[in-house]
């Protein structure tokens, strides 16, 4: 399962939990689901985190695709409150796209709009970011 991505020809590795690829400063993370519990989030902050460190200051953005996703913990919002605090680090913005009608309302209750853009899934973002 960990082998290189032929998406887009970067060396992005394929986690158990996460796609991650990166393509003309955009970090785009497609979060595997349909759960994310204690140990997906561990996993994929790990990975997200992991990406992040590695191409510093080259990372303008990051794209955190929820579209295979169902359910968060709060363990799963804390992962996501933590990749964006990584990336803002290195001045990079963090936007959530595809999420579900019910966690994009999780989100607005809990304030968790107000940190990250959330949007819709486009096809600017498609598969290869």
Known sequence: MNGFN?????????????????????MYACVVGPRIGEREATVVA???N???QQYGKKVGS???????VQFISSLGLGMCIDVRNTAERSNAKTSIVGLTVHL??????????????????STKYGSAA
């Open 6 to 26: 032929a998406n887009n020809g970067t060396t992005g590795r394929r986690s158990l939990f996460v796609d991650i690829t990166f393509s003309n400063g955009t």
């Open 62 to 68: 990051l794209v955190l695709d929820f579209s295979e």
């Open 50 to 52: 992991a990406k992040l």
């Open 104 to 121: 994009k309302e999780l989100f607005e209750m809990m304030r968790l709009d107000r940190l990250f853009t959330i949007e819709s899934k």
């Open 46 to 48: 790990n990975a997200v």
